[in-house]
Every structure is written in C-alpha cells, then in structure tokens.
C-alpha cells in the first residue's frame, strides 16, 4: 500500500519524545511493508542516509516562522503551507496514494487536500494539545487573555477538522476519551507511544547512585517539574547519597535558571545528546518529577525498556499500564521515597515485562495494521 506520512517534526535524530513517536510510526508502517512517501523536517540537517528505512522515501519541508500577523491572530491554525502542498502534489502527480497519515500538531486543515483526491487520512495526534495548554501559567491579564486565545484556537482547529479524518490516532484512554467528544467514536484509536525493543537491548554497567532525569527542558512542564524537584525535594541529605544528572535539550540552561549555578548540590547537566538510551540504561534510577501534561510519557517508556527503575509524581507516569512505579505526590512523599531506594533489579524486570506486553513495537505494528485496515475499508 502507498502512503503519504506528514508530519512538522523533524524525527532524527531520534532525541527527544515528539520525534521518537515519529519516528517509530514510520518505522512501523516499513516493516509493515508499505511504500511510504515521508514529508517531515529536517531543522537540524540530518543525513537522512543514516536514517534510511526499508521502502521509505524522505521529502523536507522548511520550518517556516511565523509573521507577527500569525502571532496575534493565530491565523496559522488555518493557513496551508504552499510548499508543503506542492511536495503533495508532486508525490499524488506520479503516484496513487491509498492513505494519508498526518502525524502530530494543528495539520487538520491539510485533510480536505487529501478527500478531494479520494485519499483516506488517518490523523495522529501526540496529545490532547488544549489541556495541556490550559495548565500554561498566566500571572497577569494580557498572559491570561493570550492562553485563552491560544486553548480556543487550538479547540476550533480540533472541532473544525478533526471529524473529517477516517481515523484518528491518540496515545491514551485518556485522551481518547477527550477526542470522543467531539469525533464518532468508532473512529478514535488508541496506538500508545511505543519503542522498539530490539534498539532497547543494554550492555551497560548500573553506576552506583546515578539518578537521571531526561527531558526536553525548553518545554514548559518539564523546566517546571524540574524546578519543583530541586527546590522542593532534593536537599543536602539526598545530595550526599545521590547523584543526579540532567539530560537532554536545555538542561543546562534549566539548571543555571532554577539554581544560578551549573553544578549544584550534586546536581547537574549534559546538554543535548544524540541518545538519551546509555544515560537511562547505567542509571539506578529515573526519576520523573511532573506536575503538568498529559499523553504517555517516552521518557518513561524509555525506562521501562532499559530494566530502569522508575520514581515519579502520578502525573509522570500517566496513561502507562503498569503497578510497577514508585509513586510519589508530595514532596515528602518524593524525599521518603528516594531516601528509601534501593536500585531493584526486580522492580526494573518488572518494568520490562510491562513494557513488552503493552509498548513494545511487536504488539502496535499490529493494532497500526488494524487502523490501516479499519480505514480502508
């Protein structure tokens, strides 16, 4: 079957959440065996040789910044990339695509292109995108009157475009529940994030007392979970027992904000890394600090699938099938956790198995093949 995949994600290299869910649909629908025409990003000039999967084809479209216009008036929840469509004629003038999967963000206005052409879409959707920005700070009237704005926009792109998909895919019960509200529900699946088991296979050594935290720390809710846990959680009898390293995209900037300094109380920071798998796979522990978000957490998988063990707020391990966590809510809660930890090898198995039965790529190359299936006929 040929298919068109979009998506404004740039999926390589593979470091960070959005690009894993990306990146990992494309796999799948390879190994599947279809011929896959995939139109993405490429904002940090990958070779895209190195990342060549069997019958799929790479098309780049720019990341195009937005007018003030655009800014104010939210206009580009509505507006039609010119040269992403050109890229879509080109590839429907010389071949007969049978299903369009648009993957990720506010592309609902891009389906009408497709219907007009007989084209089945399926629409993937990373998160419940409102509810997350309803949990945006707004401290003062203008911020407040911009959030309201932005949760608006973001639902009438929902409720204007989203029906018109064939299918769409979420990533939890809980977000499916949401989309139900407003899409048929027999066209609402969920396929969670999932990983690849096989690039999940870890010659690591555990490094005795390393916790690791990994995040895209630009991102409101994790700079915001981090600065919960530094200053509410972490003190000097955990910074004598633990350390903890920060890694992923502006951790060190995060650190140095929240801190003022960039190594603190045993505490500090990598940067960006091509991979976040060795990290997780020497450490004793994960820990994921969230307050906010919704969605399936790939930090949390990643976890899951390197025997990690896992200590995290119920908001971090939300959506996750699995009675394996440590879970802590409260400050005191978090500290009396980490102060009693031991590193368990059990608990981190335990973790693994939960991860294959539900997560893993074995078991959603198969729900994926049964939305293909549900959409084309």
């Known amino acids: 079957m040929n298919i068109l995949f979009f998506t404004h994600i740039s999926p390589f290299p593979q470091n960070g959440g959005e690009k894993l869910r990306s990146y990992y649909l494309l796999k799948a629908l ?12 490429n904002e940090e000039q990958a070779d895209l040789t190195a990342y060549s999967l ?49 993957d990720y963000g506010y592309v609902g206005h891009y389906i009408d292109f497709f219907t007009a052409r007989n084209i089945k879409v399926i629409l993937g959707t990373h998160n419940a995108q409102p509810e997350i920005s309803k949990q945006l700070p707004a401290r003062n009237l203008l911020m407040k009157i911009r959030k309201f704005q932005l949760v608006s926009l973001e ?16 990533v939890s019960d809980h977000d499916k529940t949401y989309h ?33 935290m990994t995040a895209n720390f630009a991102v409101y809710m994790n700079r915001e979970g981090l ?34 300094q960039d190594n603190w109380k045993n505490v500090s920071a990598t940067g960006k890394v091509p991979d976040v798998k060795q990290y997780i796979a020497m450490a004793e522990g994960v820990v994921i600090p969230l307050l906010h978000g919704s969605g399936t957490r790939l930090k949390c998988l990643e976890a899951m699938a390197l025997n990690t063990p896992i200590i995290s707020t119920s908001r971090g391990v939300e959506g996750v099938l699995s009675n394996n966590f440590i879970v802590a809510d409260t400050a ?32 959603n190359k198969k729900r994926i093949s049964d939305v293909i299936s549900y959409t084309i006929h």
């Open 332 to 363: 005191a809660e978090f500290k009396e956790a980490l102060h009693n930890f031991t590193g368990s090898d059990q608990k981190g198995d335990a973790l693994k198995e939960d991860f294959m039965k539900e997560y893993s790529a074995t078991v």
């Open 30 to 41: 390879s190994e599947l065996g279809h011929r896959v025409f995939a139109v993405i990003r």
């Open 180 to 212: 139900q509200q407003f899409i048929a529900r027999d066209k609402v699946f969920v396929i969670p994030n999932f990983l690849d088991e096989r690039e999940y296979i870890s010659a690591s050594v555990r490094k005795p007392r390393l916790l690791v």
């Open 227 to 260: 600065r919960w846990f530094l200053q509410e959680v972490w003190d000097d009898a955990l910074a004598a027992k633990y350390e903890l390293l920060l890694v992923g995209r502006d951790s060190e900037d995060a650190l140095k904000q929240i801190t003022g």
């Open 155 to 170: 639902r009438l792109h929902e409720r204007s475009f989203f029906k018109k998909a064939a299918a769409v895919l979420v």
């Open 54 to 102: 069997e019958n799929v084809t790479y098309y780049t479209h720019p990341d195009e910044p937005l007018t003030l216009e655009e800014r104010l008036t939210g206009s580009h929840y509505f507006k039609k990339s010119a040269h992403v469509l050109q890229v879509f004629k080109q590839i429907c003038g010389y071949t007969r695509i049978d299903i369009a999967l648009l």
